[in-house]
């Protein structure tokens, strides 16, 4: 038998869960408390049993993305591998973070960052540098390697730029897989 907290844990994730993919296709504006509470099964009024408010939800979501994403980046890394294979890898990692089922979470924080108020903002940014400081040390080691051009801030912004937008066309049916497409990124960057 479950216990009430591994349930209202369950129900929080599926909370996050819905609110994330509902964020992503609708913006935080266009989903409703209603809307997120319905994906789940939910009365309207029962996120609120594990939320302060919808900007709480927003918040949990875009931490939530961040810290799976920081956590699949650092496991990826390989002090071993070469500059160019270390940045294959977590090339790989990104999108998947990105673009793989279930994984609505970044992509609402890069496009309804500007929902988020101030105050929590402020506490995603820590995590954000984190995970910026992983790239900016590829970016380096690859330039280093003579792998990349001269400015290392500039490729940085424009890789993860590039990367990011790929949320809005990418589809994972129309025969480009995942893999195949973090090949393309490394064979465009690379020299």
């Known amino acids: ?20 993919r509902l964020f992503k296709e609708k913006g935080y504006e266009g989903a409703s408390i209603r809307a ?20 709480a939800i927003l ?13 699949r980046t650092e ?8 500059a160019r294979e270390q940045f294959e890898r977590l090339v790989r990692v990104h999108l998947g973070i990105l673009l793989e089922e279930g994984n609505d979470f970044i992509p609402v924080m890069l496009y309804n960052w500007g929902a988020l108020d101030k105050e929590h903002r402020l506490k995603l940014i820590e995590t ?13 080691r690859l330039q280093a390697e003579g792998e990349l051009g001269d400015d290392p801030k500039i490729a940085r912004l424009l890789l993860l730029g590039a990367m990011n937008f790929i949320t809005t066309w990418y589809k994972p049916d129309a025969g480009l897989s995942i893999d195949g497409l973090a090949q393309q990124v490394v064979r465009f960057y690379l020299r």
């Open 1 to 20: 038998m479950k216990s009430a907290v591994s349930e209202d844990s369950n129900r929080r994730q599926d909370l996050l869960q819905a609110a994330a």
């Open 36 to 55: 997120i509470s319905s994906a789940v099964g939910m009365r309207c009024g029962s996120p609120f049993y594990h939320f302060e408010n919808k900007q």
């Open 59 to 71: 918040y949990a979501v875009m931490e939530e993305g961040l810290r799976q994403g920081l956590e």
């Open 75 to 82: 496991a990826a890394i390989d002090a071993s591998l070469s």
């Open 128 to 140: 954000k540098d984190r995970y910026d400081r992983i790239w900016a040390d590829m970016v380096a």
